[in-house]
C-alpha cells in the first residue's frame, strides 16, 4: 500500500484525493456480502441492509453511491440504507460493489492503525447506541438518522488511519501526551485541517442526504437533534475505557437536560443502554446474583 506520509495543503486537495480514493470494509462484511452474492436471485433488500449497515464504511459506500443516483431536486430526500437498495435494485448493487477489499488486509503491516482503527470502530457503534437512545427517549421522528450521523460521525478520522497511518498515529501519540491538547489543534497541526470539516465537505460533495449532513454538523448543537449526536459521541469517546473518566459527570449534566430528568435518571438510561444484560450490578455496584 501507498499511504500518505504528508498532509495534503488544503481542504481541496484531501476532498479531491478522498474522493477518488478505494475504502476498504470489515473482512465480516465482504464475506457475508460474497455469500449473498452466491444467492443473488434469493436476495432482497432487507436480507442485505443488515449486512451493510453494521459496516460505517460499507455504509458511507452505499450511501454515497444511492446520492450519486439521485436527481439534484431530490437531495432532500432521507435515505436509509434499504431504501438505498431499493433505488440501485439488487443485481446493480451487486454489479457496483464487486469483492471488497479489507481493512484486515489493508492494514496488516500496519498493527498500530489496525488496532487505532478497530478502537474507532467500536466507538462509533456505541455512539450509534447511545444516539438512538436519546432520540427514542424524546420521541424524535428523525431517530433512524439521528443513530445514521452517530454512527458515521468519525468516518474522517476513520479514512486517515485507512490512508494517512503515520498521521493518524502522530495526532494520536500527541494526544496521549498531552491531555489537555484539544483535538482540532491537533488536526490543523499535523493535517493542516479539522476532520469536522472535512467530514461535512465530504458528505457535501458525495451529496448525501441534507437531514444527515445537518444533523451532523457540530457546529449547530444549539439543535436536540444534534445535541443527540454531539453528546453520543461524546460520551462514547470518554467511556471508552469505563465509566471512571473525570469528564463523564459534566456528560451526564448534559445529557440529564436534553432528556429533560435528573442526572440520577440519566446515568440509570445510559447504563440501561450500553449494559442491558448486567444493568443491575452495574448500577448497583454490587456483583450479579446467581440464586
Known amino acids: 500500500m501507498n499511504f500518505l506520509k504528508v498532509p495534503w495543503p488544503h481542504i481541496g486537495a484531501w476532498t479531491h484525493y478522498f474522493l477518488r480514493a478505494d475504502i476498504p470494509v470489515l473482512a465480516a462484511t465482504a464475506r457475508a456480502l460474497e455469500e449473498l452474492r452466491a444467492i443473488e436471485d434469493e436476495v432482497d433488500a432487507n436480507m442485505l441492509t443488515p449486512v451493510i449497515q453494521v459496516d460505517p464504511l460499507m455504509t458511507l459506500k452505499v450511501l454515497a453511491y444511492a446520492a450519486s443516483l439521485r436527481k439534484p431536486s431530490q437531495a432532500t430526500e432521507t435515505e436509509s440504507i434499504t431504501t438505498s ?61 439521528i443513530h445514521q450521523a452517530a454512527f458515521l460521525h468519525d468516518f474522517a478520522e476513520m479514512l486517515i488511519w485507512l490512508h494517512a497511518p503515520a498521521l493518524a498515529i502522530q495526532i494520536r501519540d500527541a494526544q496521549a501526551a498531552d491531555a489537555t491538547l484539544r483535538s482540532r489543534a491537533i488536526q490543523r497541526e499535523v493535517l493542516g485541517v479539522e476532520l469536522t470539516d472535512l467530514r461535512q465537505a465530504l458528505m457535501k460533495l458525495w451529496r448525501l442526504p441534507e437531514l444527515l449532513i445537518s444533523i451532523s454538523d457540530d457546529r449547530h448543537a444549539e439543535r436536540s437533534n444534534v445535541q443527540c449526536v454531539v453528546l453520543a459521541v461524546r460520551l462514547a469517546r470518554h467511556t471508552a475505557l469505563g465509566w471512571d473518566n473525570a469528564a463523564i459527570p459534566d456528560d451526564i449534566d448534559d445529557i440529564a437536560r436534553l432528556l429533560n430528568t435528573t442526572p440520577r435518571v440519566a446515568r440509570l438510561f445510559l447504563n440501561k443502554i450500553d449494559h442491558p444484560i448486567l444493568e443491575a450490578a452495574s448500577l448497583t455496584d454490587q456483583p450479579p446474583s446467581h440464586s
Do not use: C, N, Y
Request: glycine share 10%; net charge neutral; aromatic share 10%.
Open 85 to 145: 437498495l431499493v433505488l440501485m435494485g439488487i443485481s446493480p448493487f451487486f454489479r457496483q460493489f464487486g469483492p471488497q477489499r479489507t481493512v484486515e488486509d489493508w492494514l496488516t503491516d500496519q498493527p498500530e492503525a489496525k488496532e487505532g482503527l478497530q478502537k474507532l470502530l467500536r466507538r462509533a457503534e456505541r455512539a450509534g447506541h447511545f444516539a438512538l437512545g436519546f432520540a427514542v427517549h424524546r420521541g424524535d421522528t428523525d431517530a433512524t438518522i
